[in-house]
């Protein structure tokens, strides 16, 4: 429904811009031909443009969730109420009014089509040329209607009969009859608009425009031909559908006629339109299609880099001072959408960049402060690369004693995919190795990580729930420092269910409990829906003997009534 009204707008906005081009600028310039393939342009424009669309693809990359996102998900889960359904949808209204308006004014336009055919059949036809000359003995106006003309001869004189049907011939050549159905047609599904009705108005009026010129042309005495128009003005019957000879107002006419020819350096006036089309393409028919996009990160690629890093701590001043610097790189850098806690750390943001050939976007938020987020800039690359905590640890191992301190400095390390490469901020001189000490780099051990379960399936240890789509889960469960995820994994347990239909394999035990609950309220339903149906049936059948009794009451009257007669009618007979 709102895709139709918005189709409706926009057909109407160009419907618009067309007609008013057309009585400022073409109204009253002699191109009517040029008029006329103009304002059928705006009907096919206005009702085809609005269909099409451009694709314009941007590359965003997905935030990461922290485990304190996840957490603070599982915890909104349980207060998510079900969205209640409208009790009356508005749009079934305007819908539906707006089809039987539509189907009164198109069929009115059917009933007027069928009776012009009607009218064609029932009065003899001649051949005139490539003309079909129907003679009539009513007064009516001379009309045409495709290669049909209609007149009543007795009428006109010769000169006056040939100055209308050179004038209709025009019209049966040129094929006019089309524009005027495809006006009709135009208003009857875009009855809305007032300027539809207008503009039809307009289409049919430069047809009598250009008749009118192109028969001057052929014809040596101007002022019959005029005559001729006002003659017919007094004449009131014409048939809708048709080029009616007197169709547009007389004076109208007559002034066109005597209108001196336009010059034709006024024919840019039709580039008017363009400007306006190639905006409304630009502006309302672009269709922007986010897509994310897979990154994959090596050293080789960052070892010229320039890198923007702001953390939970990062002040607004120094984000501007770090999007002025990288804006001498080429880039533009904005941000958005940025909050704070109590504690004036940073729990949201919306980071974008454009450059003349790259343009992207991600956010990033957690309740207890964002994690740190790196943009970088290098010849072979542009992005963000945010780090992943969970997935290294850096530690500080003194060479004389070999007894180190594990320091994780996530916020410091780029790794690829695979893990293998990485690379460590020199900028940050507190962690740098002193004498004696050495940097180890090693992956963070599986068993660190929660345990996951996915509608009762126990994923692997590598699995990355960035990976799933939070619009997807239904509900999720976290435990941890109690029995069942000691028992299970030291770092926790996740239950996430997904939002399908429970099946028999789930081992989550609450959701197949919640199902059975769910199962027993529906039972109760239909018993209760049952037993008020049962209470109607023994209702209608009290009714019904009330009925049967009433009929049997009727037919004893009527018994007596006949009787009655029969008596009276015999008692008749004997007098």
Not at 20 to 42: I, M, Q
Not at 348 to 376: C, M, N, W
Request: proline share 3%; net charge positive; aromatic share 10%.
């Amino acid at each position: 429904m709102e895709a139709l009204f918005i189709y409706g707008l926009k057909s109407a906005g160009l419907l618009t811009c067309f007609y008013v081009v057309y009585y400022f600028s073409l109204r009253k310039e002699t191109f009517f031909s040029s008029n006329r393939w103009f304002l059928l342009s705006g009907l096919f424009v206005s009702a085809f443009f609005p269909l099409f669309t451009w694709t314009k693809t941007i590359y965003v990359e997905r935030p990461q969730w922290s485990m304190e996102d996840w957490m603070a998900m599982a915890k909104s889960q349980e207060s998510l109420t079900p969205p209640t359904e409208p009790s009356w949808d508005w749009t079934t209204l305007v819908m539906g009014s707006y089809l039987i308006i539509a189907l009164i004014i198109l069929g009115r336009v059917l009933v007027q089509l069928i009776s012009i055919l009607l009218f064609l059949k029932k009065h003899p036809v001649t051949s005139e040329a490539s003309l079909r000359m129907v003679h009539v003995q009513q007064e009516v106006t001379p009309f045409s209607f495709f290669n049909y003309v209609v007149i009543n001869n007795q009428l006109y004189s010769e000169e006056e009969r040939k100055s209308i049907v050179l004038h209709e011939k025009i019209h049966c050549n040129q094929y006019h009859s089309i524009d005027i159905l495809l006006s009709h047609l135009y208003c009857g599904l875009f009855w809305f608009h007032p300027l539809a009705w207008r503009y039809k108005k307009a289409i049919a009026q430069n047809l009598e425009f250009l008749a009118d010129q192109k028969a001057m042309e052929q014809l040596e005495s101007p002022a019959v031909y005029q005559k001729t128009l006002v003659k017919v003005a007094t004449s009131q019957q014409a048939l809708s559908l048709t080029n009616p000879f007197n169709q547009s107002l007389i004076k109208k006419r007559i002034l066109m006629l005597q209108q001196k020819q336009s010059q034709r350096r006024n024919l840019w006036k039709y580039g008017i339109m363009l400007p306006a089309l190639v905006a409304f393409m630009l502006i309302f028919q672009v269709k922007t299609v986010a897509q994310e996009r897979k990154v994959t990160y090596s050293t080789s690629q960052f070892e010229e880099a320039y890198q923007v890093r702001w953390d939970k701590n990062t002040s607004e001043a120094e984000i501007k001072e770090d999007i002025e610097r990288i804006k001498s790189k080429g880039v533009t850098l904005k941000y958005s959408k940025l909050k704070r806690n109590a504690a004036g750390e940073i729990t949201q943001i919306r980071v974008q960049y454009r450059t003349h050939d790259a343009e992207g976007e991600t956010t990033v938020k957690s309740e207890t402060g964002i994690k740190p987020l790196i943009f970088i800039k290098s010849d072979k690359y542009i992005g963000f690369a945010a780090p992943k905590s969970e997935t290294l640890i850096a530690s500080k191992v003194d060479t004389n004693h070999q007894q180190g301190k594990e320091i994780r400095i996530e916020e410091r390390i780029i790794r690829n995919e695979e893990g293998t490469e990485i690379i460590i901020n020199d900028t940050d001189n507190a962690s740098q190795p002193k004498n004696g000490e050495r940097i180890i780099i090693r992956k963070i051990d599986a068993s660190d990580k929660p345990l996951v379960f996915i509608n009762g399936k126990k994923m692997d240890v590598d699995f990355d729930l960035n990976s799933l789509d939070p619009n997807t889960i239904a509900s999720m469960s976290v435990y941890k420092n109690t029995p069942e995820a000691l028992e299970m994994g030291k770092n926790g347990v996740i239950k996430i269910v997904t939002k399908k239909v429970i099946t028999s394999d789930m081992a989550n035990e609450e959701e197949i409990d919640a199902a059975v609950n769910r199962a027993k309220e529906e039972i109760k339903k239909v018993l209760s829906e049952e037993k008020s149906t049962q209470a109607d049936w023994e209702k209608a059948r009290q009714d019904l003997a009330k009925v049967q009794e009433e009929m049997l009451k009727m037919k004893a009257e009527l018994e007596k009534a006949k009787a009655e007669y029969e008596k009276a009618k015999s008692k008749l007979k004997k007098d």
